[in-house]
C-alpha cells in the first residue's frame, strides 16, 4: 500500500470538540459499546453460545448494533434474516470469527450467506472482536477520512464493499491510528473503535457532502427503505404489483379515515428509461392505493426523465416524483442526527414516535 499522510491540521482542528464531546454526549457513545462488547462476548465470541443461537438473540443484536440505528422496526429486519436460515446464519458467523480464512474471504462469506447482514454490520461485529485489528466501515467513517486527508481515490466508493476493500481499509485505518498517535490530543484513541467515535464525531461536525457520481442499485433500494421505516411507513422489497410489473420498493401507512396509502419507489442507475416509465405508468394504474411514485436516481438521470415524462400526459406528470441519490443519503443523515438528539436529550421516547 502506498504511504498515506493524515492532515495534522485537520486533526488539531476537531479534536478538542471530540474531547469536550467524549466528556458530555459522548458519554451514552461509551456505555452503549461496553453494553454491546458484554452482549458480544457472551453470545457470539464464545463458540459454544454461537452454536446455541437463537431468534431472540438476533433480534437483540439488531437492537444493539449501530449499522440497524436508522431502523425502527426490527421484526422486519429479523424476518428478513431469517430467510437465509439459522444454521447458515451460525454457521457464516462462526467462520467470520473463528475460522483460519482470510479476514476478506470470511468478509465476503457472511455478505453472501446472511440477509440483511451489510459491510458496516459485519465490520462494527469485528471490530468488537479485536479493536486492534478491525475498522468500523459507513459513509460516515468515509467522510471523517477524507476530512483527514486520505485521498478519495484510496477508499471504497460503494456502500457494500467487498471482502477485499475492506482488507485495504484495515490497513489504511491502522495506518491513521498510528499517524494520530503521534500527536499528545490523540491519548483517548487508543484502537480503531476510538478511531471510529472521532471518524463519525468528524462527519457530524464537518458535514462536507460529497457528489456521488454512481451509486449500487440494491445499496439504494436499502436506503429508500430505512427511510420509509424511520418515517414510520410499513416497507416492502420488490413489490409485485401485478404480473410482470415490479416495483423497487414501496412505503405504506394505514390512515382511519382513508385506508391505505402507498408511495412506490422505483431506483435507476441505469438501462431504459422507456422501460422504467412504462413500468411506471402500470404501477399507477393497477394499484390506486399508490398516491405517488417515485423515481431515485442521480441528477443527470432524473432531469433525463424529467424531459421524457414531460411529454406525457398531465395526470401521470404530477403523481411521479424525483429523488436525487444524494437527497436520499442527505436525508438519512438528517434522521439519523435528529434521532440521536432528542435520544439524547430524553425528550421523547423514540421507540413510540418513529
Excluded at 302 to 321: C, M, P, W
Aim: charged share 30%.
Amino acid at each position: 500500500m502506498n504511504k498515506i499522510r493524515i492532515q495534522i491540521n485537520k486533526f488539531q482542528e476537531i479534536i478538542p470538540k471530540f474531547e469536550s464531546f467524549l466528556k458530555t454526549e459522548g458519554q451514552k457513545w461509551q456505555k452503549e459499546r461496553i453494553d454491546k462488547d458484554e452482549f458480544l462476548q457472551t453470545y457470539f465470541f464464545n463458540e459454544e453460545a454461537l452454536n446455541s443461537l437463537e431468534e431472540g438473540t438476533l433480534r437483540e443484536l439488531l437492537q444493539k448494533l449501530w449499522a440497524f440505528a436508522g431502523w425502527t422496526n426490527k421484526d422486519y429486519l429479523l424476518e428478513e434474516m431469517l430467510k437465509s436460515g439459522l444454521e447458515t446464519i451460525k454457521q457464516a458467523f462462526h467462520i467470520l470469527l473463528f475460522s483460519n480464512k482470510s479476514v476478506a474471504e470470511r468478509f465476503d462469506h457472511v455478505k453472501q450467506n446472511i440477509r440483511m447482514m451489510g459491510a458496516t454490520g459485519i465490520s462494527e461485529i469485528l471490530s468488537h472482536f479485536s479493536k486492534k485489528d478491525y475498522p468500523i466501515w459507513s459513509r460516515r467513517v468515509r467522510d471523517g477520512l477524507i476530512y483527514l486527508g486520505i485521498s478519495e481515490d484510496k477508499l471504497p466508493k460503494a456502500a457494500q464493499i467487498s471482502g477485499s476493500q475492506y482488507e485495504s481499509l484495515c490497513e489504511i485505518a491502522k495506518e491513521v491510528l498510528n499517524q494520530l498517535q503521534t500527536q499528545r490530543q490523540a491519548s483517548r484513541i487508543d484502537d480503531l473503535f476510538g478511531l471510529d467515535f472521532l471518524l463519525f464525531f468528524i462527519s457530524i461536525e464537518k458535514p462536507e457532502q460529497i457528489p456521488i457520481k454512481d451509486f449500487e442499485h440494491d445499496v439504494v433500494v436499502e436506503q429508500v427503505l430505512e427511510l420509509g421505516d424511520g418515517l414510520g411507513f410499513e416497507v416492502e422489497k420488490e413489490v409485485n404489483v401485478a404480473r410482470g410489473c415490479r416495483i423497487d420498493a414501496l412505503w405504506r401507512s394505514r390512515i382511519a379515515n382513508l385506508g391505505v396509502i402507498s408511495y412506490a419507489f422505483e431506483v435507476h442507475r441505469r438501462g431504459s428509461r422507456d422501460s422504467a416509465i412504462l413500468n411506471l405508468q402500470k404501477i399507477i394504474k393497477q394499484d390506486p392505493s399508490i398516491q405517488k411514485v417515485i423515481l431515485v436516481s442521480s441528477v443527470e438521470e432524473l432531469e433525463a426523465f424529467r424531459l421524457e415524462i414531460s411529454f406525457l400526459g398531465e395526470d401521470f406528470r404530477n403523481a411521479v416524483g424525483y429523488f436525487h441519490v444524494e437527497d436520499l443519503q442527505h436525508t438519512l443523515s438528517h434522521l439519523e442526527l435528529l434521532k440521536s438528539i432528542l435520544k439524547n436529550v430524553g425528550l421523547l421516547d423514540i421507540k413510540k414516535v418513529f
